[in-house]
């Protein structure tokens, strides 16, 4: 349950991040990251579109480059942007100017106000400099759609079990979580909207 959905005393270490929006309405917020890449994320348009969902798109700078196109499409029809560095960096790893360089890098691509820190991870000297950027938005449920521990049935339980008012769901939309979205993407916005729930962009 610390991964799926984080511990009180994970978002304590960022408490000026996004965990989950306002738990007095039934909403939810759908995110993704990763992306945009060509073998996922105009299928995962065309589920929102068949369902009438919008969600927000966390991208890698080097995706947005290779792919402009899809990156075009994402905005097009109605999506919100976030920027998730250029190469998918870990913060732990890097020093507060070369990381910050790659996600100024990133965002000559993306011209977003909104970041996620690939991981949900960043040295506090990397999350000061942030904050005096961009709203950083990380997550009320992630559905480990990435692991290979888990099957697809699994994923969707993860939102069944987790999901709540406000919850920030995080799928992705890359190669490794694609067998899993493709089961479990469709199914969970069906229960969510069976249970009254909307769904919102982060905005």
Known sequence: MIIEQP?????????????????????????FDDGPIPEVTPWVL?????????ATFFMVGDNVRKYPEIFEMVKSRGHRIG??????????????HSYMLNVEHANAYIHSDLF??????????????????????????VTRDYSKRLNSKQVLINVRRYARPG?????????????KI??????????????????????
């Open 116 to 141: 996620r820190p690939p991981h949900g991870w960043m040295k506090m000297g990397v999350y000061v400099a942030l904050r005096r950027r961009y709203r950083i938005v990380m997550w009320d449920l």
């Open 83 to 96: 920027n998730h560095t250029y190469n998918h960096i870990g913060s732990l790893r890097h020093g507060i």
């Open 46 to 54: 065309d589920v929102l579109d068949r369902y009438g969902v919008k």
């Open 7 to 31: 511990a009180r005393f994970l978002r304590w270490l960022y408490p000026g991040a996004i965990w989950r929006m306002s738990p007095d309405e039934r909403a939810v917020y759908l995110t």
């Open 167 to 179: 919850s920030i769901i995080t799928f992705h939309d890359s190669l490794k979580s694609h067998d």
């Open 182 to 203: 493709l089961y479990a993407l469709p199914r969970a916005i069906e229960w969510l909207q069976s249970q009254g729930y909307e769904f919102r962009v982060i905005d």
